[in-house]
C-alpha cells in the first residue's frame, strides 16, 4: 500500500497536490511519502519482531536503495539501523543520524581507506566477503588498535531475484566466501588481534516474490551455524540480507498487505527457532520502492506511421531502472483520466541520445498533450540512487512530503555545479 492517490480529479502524494510540487519544483522530480516509508519500515519490523521474542531485531535499512537525507533521517528517528557499501555511505548515513553502532558495511571491494573510516567510526560490524579483505580488516584494525566486530558473508550458491542483474547468492556472481572456505577462515580469524569474528551473512539477490530461495539459502545458513559451532567456533549473529520484493505491476486500488512480508517472517522464524542466535536483516527496495515516485512533463509528441512516441522530460539517467533490468513501472496521469477518456499505445522515451533511453512501448494511456505531467510509479528503490548526468543533464531534484508538508531535500543541480567542477589541464588553460 501507498500514499499516492486521486483527489479532486488530481494525484496527491499525502496530501499535496502533485501540479503544486512540480510547479515549484520543475521537473523532472522525485516525491517521497515520509507515511509509506513509515509504513512498510514497521510492518517489516514488526513482523521480524514476532520471531525473535525478547530481543529486537537488528533491520539494517539498505541505503543503496534510497540515499536521500530525507528518507535516511526518517528511518533513522524509527530506530532503523544502515546497511553501507562504501566509505560514502557510511559518512551519509552518519550525518543522518545513525549511530555507528547500527550500521553494518558490506560489498566486495571495501578499500583499506574505507575499512579504517568504518573501524574508526565505531561501526558495528563489517559483513566481510573475501579472505584478502579479512587479513586486510585485521591490519587495519590492528593498527588502530581496535577489534572490528565482522561477520563472513556467505556465498550459498542459490541464486534468486527478478532479473540477472539483481542476482547475487549464485556461486557464479562475485559476492561472498564460499561454503567450503568458510571453516577455515573462521578459525584462521581466531588468531587475529584486528578483528572478532561474530557470525554469518548471507544475501541472495533483489526483487525477489516468494519465500522459496531464502528458505533453502537460509537452510543451508543453519547447517553451517550448527556446524561451525561442532568445530568449537561462536557463532552469534545471523544476518539474513534482503532482497524481498515488491509488486510493480498492479491495479490502481489493490492493496498487497504484509502477506509476503509474513510469510518470509514466519519462514525465518521457524528456520532458525532454537539456534539461539541474534538475527539482522537488510531490506532496501521493500520499504522505500513504493514510496517514491518520478514526476514528469509531456515534452513533445511524435507520431510515426505504426507508432506514437511520448517524449516526456525525464531520462534514464534519471530512473535508469527500465533501460538497466527492463524493469516495468506503472504510468499514472497526475490528471485523473474521465471515465470512458480514448487511450493510446505510446512508447514512452526521453530526450537521452539512446534508444535504451525508452521507458516502455506500447503503453495504454490516456490521450495526452504536451504540458501534462505524468508519473511513473514504484519509483522510490533504485531511482534516484543510481541517477547520473548523463547527456549533461542535471542531477534529478528530490522533494519528501509529509502529510500536507513537502520539502526539497535535493534540489535539481545546477549548471554551475554540472559545469565548473570540472578542471582544464594546464596545457589547453
Ligand atoms: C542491495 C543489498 C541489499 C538490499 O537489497 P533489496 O533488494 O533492496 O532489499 C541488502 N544487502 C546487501 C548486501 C545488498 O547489497
Request: glycine share 10%; net charge negative.
Amino acid at each position: 500500500m501507498h500514499h499516492f492517490a486521486y483527489r479532486d480529479g488530481a494525484l496527491f502524494a499525502e496530501d499535496v497536490d502533485l501540479r503544486e510540487i512540480a510547479e515549484k519544483v520543475g521537473t523532472p522530480v522525485y516525491v517521497y511519502s515520509s507515511a509509506t516509508i513509515e509504513r512498510h519500515y514497521r510492518l517489516y519490523e514488526q513482523a521480524m519482531a514476532s520471531i525473535t521474542p525478547g530481543r529486537k531485531p537488528h533491520v539494517f535499512y539498505a541505503m543503496k536503495a534510497n540515499s536521500n537525507l530525507g528518507v535516511l533521517k526518517t528511518l533513522a528517528a524509527l530506530g532503523a539501523g544502515a546497511d553501507t557499501v562504501s566509505e560514502g555511505e557510511i559518512r551519509k548515513a552518519l550525518a543522518a543520524g545513525f549511530p555507528p553502532e547500527r550500521i553494518v558495511f558490506s560489498g566486495v571491494g571495501k578499500s583499506e581507506g574505507e575499512l579504517a573510516f568504518a573501524v574508526e567510526a565505531g561501526i558495528y560490524q563489517v559483513n566481510i566477503e573475501s579472505e584478502s579483505e579479512l587479513d586486510l580488516l585485521s591490519r587495519v584494525g590492528e593498527r588502530l588498535g581496535r577489534r572490528q566486530e565482522a561477520v563472513f558473508r556467505v556465498n550459498p550458491d542459490i541464486g534468486a531475484g527478478g532479473h540477472a542483474k539483481i542476482t547475487t547468492g549464485s556461486s557464479a556472481n562475485k559476492f561472498g566466501v564460499s561454503f567450503e572456505d568458510v571453516h577455515r577462515l573462521y578459525a584462521r580469524a581466531a588468531n587475529m588481534a584486528g578483528v572478532r569474528i561474530m557470525g554469518l551473512a548471507v544475501h541472495i539477490g533483489s526483487q525477489i516474490r516468494e519465500t522459496g530461495a531464502f528458505e533453502a539459502a537460509y537452510a543451508k545458513m543453519r547447517d553451517l551455524v550448527l556446524a561451525l559451532r561442532e568445530e568449537g567456533h561462536r557463532v552469534d549473529r545471523l544476518d539474513l540480507g534482503g532482497g524481498l520484493g515488491i509488486p510493480y505491476e498492479v491495479p490502481r486500488d489493490f492493496d498487497h498487505g504484509p502477506g509476503l512480508i509474513e510469510a518470509y517472517a514466519g519462514m525465518v522464524g521457524k528456520l532458525t527457532a532454537g539456534l539461539d542466535v541474534e538475527l539482522g536483516f537488510e531490506p532496501g527496495r521493500l520499504i522505500v520502492g513504493n514510496a517514491g515516485i518520478l514526476l514528469t512533463r509531456v515534452l513533445h509528441l511524435n507520431p510515426r506511421p505504426t507508432k506514437q512516441f511520448l517524449v516526456v522530460d525525464a531520462a534514464m539517467n534519471d530512473l535508469m531502472r527500465p533501460a538497466m533490468y527492463e524493469a516495468y513501472h506503472e504510468i499514472w496521469p497526475v490528471a485523473e483520466p474521465a471515465p470512458g477518456t480514448a487511450a493510446v499505445a505510446y512508447d514512452v522515451v526521453g530526450p537521452i541520445c539512446e534508444s535504451g533511453d525508452t521507458f516502455t512501448t506500447g503503453r495504454e494511456l490516456p490521450q495526452q498533450k504536451p504540458g501534462d505531467l505524468i508519473a511513473f510509479m514504484t519509483a522510490g528503490a533504485y531511482g534516484a540512487s543510481m541517477s547520473s548526468t548523463y547527456n549533461q543533464r542535471l542531477l534529478v531534484a528530490e522533494v519528501l512530503v509529509k502529510g500536507d508538508q513537502f520539502a526539497v531535500t535535493r534540489p535539481r543541480q545546477s549548471y554551475e555545479e554540472l559545469i565548473g567542477t570540472d578542471r582544464s589541464p594546464p596545457w589547453l588553460s
